[in-house]
């Protein structure tokens, strides 16, 4: 873990309450997909966890969705304004374990790191299938980007405005050599259940002070309660209890 100041390049809205942020500063602590940074917000005692989406050497990309009175302050910001952030937390997903042909599930705004995951599977030459659900057409986003990446794209909506009419777990009708999700509980339950292979499930949990001191955001597992901050976000399938 490392607190330092980003500076902020753009912060802009791609879909309806839904806003992408890059940011300029250090990410040599972000090692893997699925990470996820902690930003201090001017006037709020707590910090706010966002997913990493993307990141390169100098570079962060995040993507968030206004849910209260933090994020919509984010999106409020600016292009040059400082923010103070924790990089480097949580544990990401393991991409050697996912084998010749993995699935990619994303559910709203657990889609952003399904990108940066994409990303460096298909540099590693994987044939990815990327599944995402929506509540409907204005709020669907990254298809494009994914799709320019070489990967098998399928969309989702719940009121059938966009895609296929229903859930992630209608889009899959493929044998997959692994599996990673991140969404809402119900969905990361619907793909455990329809899916054999194994899997990694990033968890969105309510955190406190997203490092593992107060212990707001544990989860059980076959071995005790975990904390999602410090010992996830990515649980693997196997130790799962719903």
Not at 25 to 41: A, H, K, M, Y
């Amino acid at each position: 873990m490392k607190q330092s100041i980003f500076t902020i390049e753009t912060n802009v809205n791609i879909a309806k309450d839904v806003y992408r942020m890059t940011l300029i500063g250090d990410t040599s602590e972000i090692t893997r997909p699925g990470q996820f940074v902690n930003i201090q917000l001017d006037g709020f005692y707590l910090r706010r966890p966002i997913s990493v989406c993307d990141w390169e050497e100098r570079t962060l990309t995040l993507i968030y969705k206004v849910l209260g009175r933090g994020t919509e302050a984010m999106s409020h910001y600016t292009p040059g304004t400082g923010l103070d952030v924790l990089t480097g937390l949580g544990n990401g997903f393991d991409v050697d374990k996912a084998g010749d042909n993995p699935v990619l599930a994303g559910g709203g705004v657990g889609v952003p790191p399904m990108y940066g995951l994409a990303k460096r599977l298909r540099e590693m030459g994987k044939n990815v299938t990327v599944v995402m659900g929506f509540a409907s057409a204005e709020d669907v986003f990254y298809e494009e980007e994914l799709t320019k990446l070489g990967c098998t794209v399928k969309v989702a909506t719940v009121d059938g405005s966009y895609g296929k009419k229903g859930f992630v777990t209608d889009l899959m009708d493929g044998s997959y050599s692994y599996s990673y999700a991140c969404g809402p509980i119900p969905m990361l339950k619907a793909v455990y259940d329809k899916l054999p292979c194994g899997g990694e499930y990033s968890f969105e949990e309510r955190m406190g002070c997203g490092f593992g001191a107060c212990m707001g955001c544990s989860c059980k597992t076959k071995y005790g309660s975990l904390r999602i901050c410090k010992d996830g976000p990515v649980l693997e399938k196997e130790i799962i209890v719903w």
